[in-house]
Structure formats: C-alpha cells, structure tokens
C-alpha cells in the first residue's frame, strides 16, 4: 500500500545582515527532536501556501509574515508518510521573532552557509534549503 502525502512549508527569513533564522525543535517532536531547522508547519487541508506561511508567523514566531517565492521544494520518507517539502522566501512584515510555540526551544540567527554544515542531523527542510543554496 502506498503512504500518504502530507505537505508541509517551511520558511527562510532573512535578518539585514543576510543571516538566517534557524529554530531548534523541543525534544517532544516525534520526528527529529533537538534537531536545528527551519521554522515549519504541515499544510492544512485546503489551506494555501500564503496561509500556511501566515500561521507559521503568528503561532510559532510572533511575527507577521509575507511569501516572497518558492526556493525549493522535495520529498522525504516517514514512517506512516511520504512528506513533500516547500522552502519559502518570507519577509517579516511586522515583530521581531520569538518563541511563541513549544515546537521550539531555541531560535538563532546564523550565515546558512556555516550554519548549516555544523548541523549534524538534518530534516527535510535544511537539506533542501542547502540544495537551493548550493546552486545558487
């Protein structure tokens, strides 16, 4: 039998020093727990990327969000699911970022292309967002 698909969107915020926020996820995550990522959410049935992006903003981060465009978007296994990844650009249109959701137990603000590599675990989200980086 073939697994469900669930969507999922994650975002890329960008502070003005071209930093990017990275969220640790709580260690009650069923998948991935401790792990550094980017802040995410799964798609609601019938719910638009822009909503999901928007919830994202208000229920985990404080902050009010707008999409930019889509960076790169992909397909990883679960055990009960296959899960197919969007990358977002996102601005914030209004707030500064907090943790606002206990998804989270820590938010940084690091240059991707060092950042990510000191992640020795990574979710779908970091690793497409690294393919993204990487041919840009």
């Known amino acids: 039998m073939e697994k469900p698909i669930k969507h999922a969107i994650s975002v890329v915020i960008h502070n003005q020093k071209g930093e990017t926020l990275f969220a640790q996820r709580s260690s009650h995550k069923k998948e991935f727990p401790l792990v550094w ?5 799964f798609v ?3 719910e638009k990327p822009e909503d999901t992006i928007v919830r994202i903003g208000l229920h985990k981060l404080d902050v009010k969000l707008k999409s930019i465009r889509l960076l790169n978007e992909g397909y990883g296994e679960r055990p009960d699911f296959r899960l ?3 990358d977002y650009a996102v601005e914030i ?3 500064e970022p907090k943790i606002a959701s206990d998804d989270f137990v820590a938010l940084t603000w690091a ?4 950042f990510l590599p000191t992640i020795k675990v990574k979710g779908d989200c970091t690793r497409l967002y690294g393919e993204y980086l990487a041919r840009s």
């Open 93 to 95: 249109e209004s707030g």
């Open 111 to 114: 240059k991707a292309e060092d």
């Open 84 to 86: 197919f990844m969007h």
């Open 37 to 41: 990522s980017l802040p995410s959410h």
């Open 44 to 46: 609601s049935d019938g």
